[in-house]
């Protein structure tokens, strides 16, 4: 880590971690493996020192009146950090997607022509409020054979640090190169905008936080974005789904954990199962505390005496990420009406349908435009380690060059290699 007291401190980060990145690029996978298992062992050991760092940024974000939302995302628990330490040995486990050949072709004159998988060089990342975003990026980045260069919030200054403290001391003495691994904190919304212009050291950034850091980074920028977007999730329930399959998918989505971009924040029902199906899931939703936002025929078909109590559905209510317990409720006449719906409103992050109808699931599966769509499961399973990548970056709704899940392969790039026997251009 470099001290941010020094003049042109962001450029001399940036700059460590290039010449790191070609280093990074020809290490043998076993090297990297090591070192991510010694990273794994260093959180462990030091995870002590870790929760007592976070219970102090909590505690300073309290004190401050930080939203609940967000000192959700800021605390580590003990399994939580466990969880984190465990993915960190799940990516070392993970092939190698570095030097995997993607294609081959052999040209009339003799040459051989192979496009093979390459790490990105410097991936660089800016998150809030979310400190295992600092171990989850930085394996992910290193097993992909990248430097990586961490920018956490002020509110996680204490745990990034800490966290970042212990792996970069494992990494090196397993012999990764030193600047493989960097925080660049500090400096206020001028070094935010200092970093987005290193376009001579940095191949990509990935924000994953709100729609103010975004719109901070669209403005500042010279590098490569790749958003870890908000999700605007749906649930449809269609005219041929299995009620109680429904309502469960329903409630899970919404309610397994509401501070997660892969939360369902619409739930659209056909009219013709709606007298049927809303009634007893409102009930269920607002008995786990749900404030229901709803349209006007699903207004109709509200229970008397649902606490929360429901209220009526603002314009602004089916395109909002709420990350909290509120989900926008509405009845719709067909497939086709839910699909227009979600295309409109959506964040294109991850959309379900339950049905018995595999046509109408085919349907909704090619026509909603999202980077993740599931036919009778839960929003939730949108996330690399339930999609058997291990840790993930966020999840991109952007479809150049990753979409879904940042994972390993996401990580990388691809070069053309060109065998020849003294072939000539004539």
Same mark, same amino acid.
């Given at each position: 880590?470099?001290?941010?007291?020094?003049?042109?401190?962001?450029?001399?980060?940036?700059?460590?971690?290039?010449?790191?990145?070609?280093?990074?690029?020809?290490?043998?996978?076993?090297?990297?493996?090591?070192?991510?298992?010694?990273?794994?062992?260093?959180?462990?050991? =030091?995870?002590?020192?870790?929760?007592?760092?976070?219970?102090?940024?909590?505690?300073?974000?309290?004190? =401050?009146?930080?939203?609940?939302?967000?000192?959700?995302?800021?605390?580590?628990?003990?399994?939580?950090?466990?969880?984190?330490?465990?993915?960190?040995?799940?990516?070392? !486990?993970?092939?190698?997607?570095?030097?995997?050949?993607?294609?081959?072709?052999?040209?009339?004159?003799?040459?051989?022509?192979? #496009?093979?998988?390459?790490?990105?060089?410097?991936?660089?990342?800016?998150?809030?409020?979310?400190?295992?975003?600092?171990? &989850?990026?930085?394996?992910?980045?290193?097993?992909? +054979?990248?430097?990586?260069?961490?920018?956490?919030?002020?509110?996680?200054? #204490?745990?990034?640090? $800490?966290?970042?403290?212990?792996?970069?001391?494992?990494?090196?003495?397993? +012999?990764?190169?030193?600047?493989?691994?960097?925080?660049?904190?500090?400096?206020?919304?001028?070094?935010?905008?200092?970093?987005?212009?290193?376009?001579?050291?940095?191949?990509?950034?990935?924000?994953?936080?709100?729609? +103010?850091?975004?719109?901070?980074?669209?403005?500042?920028?010279?590098?490569?974005?790749?958003? !870890?977007? $908000?999700?605007?999730?749906?649930?449809?329930?269609?005219? !041929?789904?299995?009620?109680?399959?429904?309502?469960?998918? !329903?409630?899970?989505? =919404?309610?397994?954990?509401?501070?997660?971009?892969?939360?369902?924040?619409?739930?659209?029902?056909?009219?013709?199962?709606?007298?049927?199906?809303?009634? #007893?899931?409102?009930?269920?939703?607002?008995? =786990? +505390?749900?404030?229901?936002?709803? &349209?006007?025929?699903?207004?109709?078909?509200?229970?008397?005496?649902?606490?929360?109590?429901?209220?009526?559905?603002?314009?602004?209510?089916?395109?909002?990420?709420?990350?909290?317990?509120?989900?926008?409720?509405?009845?719709? &006449?067909?497939?086709?009406?839910?699909?227009?719906?979600?295309?409109?409103?959506?964040?294109?992050?991850?959309?379900?349908?339950?049905? $018995?109808?595999?046509?109408?699931?085919?349907?909704?599966?090619?026509?909603?435009?999202?980077?993740?769509?599931?036919?009778?499961?839960?929003?939730?399973?949108?996330?690399?380690?339930?999609?058997?990548?291990?840790?993930?970056?966020?999840?991109?709704?952007?479809?150049?060059?990753?979409?879904?899940?940042?994972?390993?392969?996401?990580?990388?790039?691809?070069?053309?290699?060109?065998?020849?026997?003294?072939?000539?251009?004539?």
């Amino acid at each position: 880590m470099t001290d941010n007291a020094k003049p042109n401190w962001m450029e001399e980060i940036c700059r460590e971690a290039r010449e790191a990145s070609y280093r990074m690029a020809v290490l043998e996978t076993a090297v990297k493996n090591a070192a991510l298992e010694a990273m794994a062992d260093a959180l462990e050991a =030091k995870s002590g020192e870790i929760l007592q760092a976070n219970r102090e940024d909590a505690a300073a974000a309290e004190k =401050k009146g930080v939203a609940a939302q967000l000192l959700d995302r800021l605390r580590l628990t003990e399994a939580k950090l466990e969880g984190t330490i465990r993915g960190v040995r799940e990516v070392a !486990a993970l092939p190698d997607p570095v030097g995997e050949e993607l294609e081959r072709t052999e040209r009339p004159n003799g040459l051989v022509i192979r #496009r093979v998988r390459v790490p990105l060089g410097v991936v660089a990342i800016v998150y809030e409020a979310r400190p295992e975003v600092s171990a &989850d990026a930085s394996c992910l980045a290193l097993k992909a +054979g990248n430097a990586v260069i961490l920018r956490g919030s002020s509110i996680a200054r #204490r745990s990034d640090r $800490a966290i970042v403290a212990a792996a970069s001391r494992a990494l090196e003495s397993s +012999g990764l190169p030193p600047g493989a691994l960097q925080l660049a904190s500090g400096g206020g919304h001028e070094a935010l905008g200092d970093f987005a212009s290193q376009e001579r050291y940095i191949d990509l950034l990935i924000p994953r936080g709100g729609e +103010g850091l975004k719109a901070a980074l669209l403005e500042a920028a010279t590098v490569p974005l790749l958003f !870890a977007a $908000a999700g605007n999730c749906h649930v449809y329930i269609d005219s !041929a789904a299995d009620l109680e399959m429904a309502g469960e998918i !329903a409630v899970n989505s =919404k309610t397994q954990k509401y501070a997660v971009c892969n939360a369902a924040e619409t739930l659209l029902v056909h009219a013709a199962v709606a007298p049927a199906f809303l009634p #007893r899931v409102m009930a269920a939703l607002a008995g =786990k +505390g749900v404030e229901l936002r709803l &349209d006007r025929r699903a207004r109709s078909l509200a229970p008397a005496g649902l606490d929360p109590a429901p209220v009526d559905a603002a314009e602004s209510d089916w395109e909002t990420e709420y990350l909290a317990p509120i989900l926008a409720v509405g009845v719709v &006449d067909s497939l086709e009406s839910a699909i227009a719906h979600i295309n409109r409103y959506g964040s294109h992050h991850s959309e379900t349908i339950v049905t $018995a109808d595999e046509a109408a699931a085919r349907t909704f599966q090619k026509s909603v435009d999202s980077a993740a769509v599931f036919w009778n499961a839960s929003t939730r399973f949108t996330d690399g380690n339930r999609f058997g990548m291990g840790a993930e970056m966020g999840i991109s709704t952007q479809k150049l060059h990753a979409r879904g899940p940042i994972g390993l392969r996401e990580l990388c790039s691809y070069k053309f290699v060109i065998d020849g026997t003294g072939q000539l251009v004539t």
